[in-house]
């Protein structure tokens, strides 16, 4: 299996775009898959649970997950979606907090677990490696901003809209009568990037439904009419991934 990734990471196009992967040169990949020791992993798997101390990185080689957190009185919220090429642990691995967030995997994943000062010191004597990590949090950054600015201008089915495109742009795939957005996710776990409780996610779905603009299936949503999302999004065109 090693030889076979390491043949597949140096594949043009083998990368998602903007992800971590996809970011370093071919050198850097290669060296990176060197570092750690590969995972295969069955669906539901906890990568990393809020709260603990570890400080190891996984590099998500073939994997989705999904990146969730809790408050105290117990209400959890869905925060992300990574997909492979991405990295997921960076932040405890490199100022050594505890996790801020719990990561799971959707599906059986391939993973590549690096130990925090081994990334450490990958990332410390390979410039060019630190500012892919850079360009990636600076990203992530830039997406939970437009979130904000998203729930506070817009209302429930635009702000939904706009998550759906997002998630188009970065996992979408073709089907007989639309566009999946790619990724299996519940409506609870909708509402919850999309900032609304479920029921509110769940009228907003209905609504798309109906005016055709959507189909909605088990864990999914099929996008039927593209444009029509796009324009009740308020986005003049299919804009650089959210996620």
Request: aromatic letters at 4%; charged letters at 25%.
């Amino acid at each position: 299996m090693r030889h076979r990734l390491l043949e597949e990471t140096l594949a043009p196009n083998r990368w998602p775009i903007g992800t971590f992967m996809h970011r370093l040169t071919d050198e850097l990949r290669s060296e990176l898959l060197g570092l750690g020791t590969l995972r295969s992993l069955p669906a539901g798997h906890v990568l990393i649970r809020q709260g603990d101390r570890g400080t190891s990185v996984w590099i998500l080689l073939d994997a989705l997950v999904k990146v969730a957190g809790g408050v105290e009185n117990g209400v959890e919220a869905t925060l992300a979606i990574r997909v492979s090429g991405d990295i997921v642990g960076d932040m405890a691995a490199m100022d050594g907090s505890p996790r801020s967030a719990t990561v799971t995997t959707c599906g059986r994943a391939v993973c590549q677990q690096v130990k925090g000062p081994v990334f450490r010191s990958f990332v410390a004597r390979r410039p060019a490696a630190a500012l892919a990590l850079t360009q990636v949090v600076a990203e992530r950054l830039r997406w939970a901003n437009q979130r904000r600015l998203d729930f506070a201008g817009y209302e429930t089915k635009v702000c939904l809209a706009r998550v759906l495109i997002g998630l188009i742009s970065r996992h979408g795939r073709t089907t007989d009568d639309g566009v999946s957005i790619g990724v299996p996710l519940t409506r609870a776990e909708l509402g919850m990037l999309v900032g609304a409780k479920e029921i509110t996610t769940q009228k907003a779905l209905r609504e798309l439904a109906a005016e055709g603009v959507i189909r909605r299936g088990h864990r999914d949503v099929v996008v039927k009419d593209l444009a029509g999302l796009t324009a009740l999004a308020d986005i003049p065109f299919l804009a650089k991934p959210y996620f």
